[in-house]
């Protein structure tokens, strides 16, 4: 059982460049995130997906497009790449729905981050 | 502005001794908090959750504590080992209808032999 795989685990750009990071998850969560992680600093939700067929913005989406593929696959793309995208990027999936629970259920379980550097 | 943030950038404690990581939150709305460990070169991995309507929940050597009144959560790990030295996130739902967590900056761990 793999869990939150991401590929790839480093990249190197020039600015200008695009690429797209690709997650899956085998745990048939629902909602799947993308993270960024700058030095020194905690997570920061560029997008997410709650449920298949949905992408909604987080906190630092401009940037970034993102596809949900399917209920396993969530790929993150950086059109233009800037070295401010300097950073690592973390995966993450949830079985999370509304539910009982209300908007936000249960532990987020994340992959082990694909780090980039754009020059 | 509304954050999740933590009171100390890095705790150094004794090999066996408690430890206390500290976070502060801004956001009375938020209904559900996490606390994540993350190791060097890795993802962050769930240690143990609590809902707004509890004040305390105890997991295997980990307590986190919730004041709603002065809105603030701690992680008490017992008997630190030094397989806990990492740095420690403290997240929250802020019950916006938004289906994801804001994370706090972090607090790295260092455990002393």
């Known amino acids: 059982n793999a869990g939150v795989t991401q590929t790839p685990k480093f990249q190197v750009l020039k600015t200008g460049q695009s690429m797209t990071l690709q997650c899956a998850q085998d745990m048939n969560h629902n909602s799947m995130y993308w993270y960024r992680q700058d030095p020194g600093m905690g997570l920061r939700l560029i997008y997410y997906?709650?449920?298949?067929?949905?992408?909604d913005k987080g906190e630092v989406p401009n940037g970034y497009n993102v596809s949900r593929l399917n209920k396993r696959e969530f790929s993150l793309r950086l059109e233009s790449a800037a070295p401010s995208q300097t950073s690592v990027y973390f995966c993450?999936?949830?079985?999370?729905?509304?539910?009982?629970?209300?908007?936000?259920?249960?532990?987020?379980?994340f992959g082990e981050g694909s780090r980039l550097t754009v020059l | 502005g509304e954050s999740v943030g933590l009171h100390l950038p890095t705790l150094s404690v004794q090999e066996g001794d408690n430890s206390i990581i500290n976070c502060a939150y801004s956001?009375?709305?938020?209904?559900?908090f996490i606390w994540y460990k993350q190791e060097s070169g890795k993802g962050p991995q769930f240690i143990i959750d609590i809902r707004s309507n509890m004040d305390k929940r105890q997991g295997q050597r980990v307590t986190v504590l919730l004041n709603k009144t002065v809105k603030h959560l701690s992680l008490q790990i017992a008997a630190t080992q030094p397989g806990d030295s990492a740095v420690y996130f403290c997240?929250?739902?802020?019950?916006?209808?938004?289906?994801?967590?804001?994370f706090g900056s972090g607090t790295r761990l260092q455990v002393q032999p």
């Open positions: 997240a929250e739902n802020r019950g916006t209808g938004r289906r994801a967590l804001t």
């Open positions: 956001n009375s709305a938020s209904d559900y």
């Open positions: 997906s709650a449920s298949e067929g949905t992408t």
């Open positions: 993450a999936s949830t079985a999370g729905t509304s539910g009982r629970r209300g908007a936000y259920t249960g532990e987020l379980f």
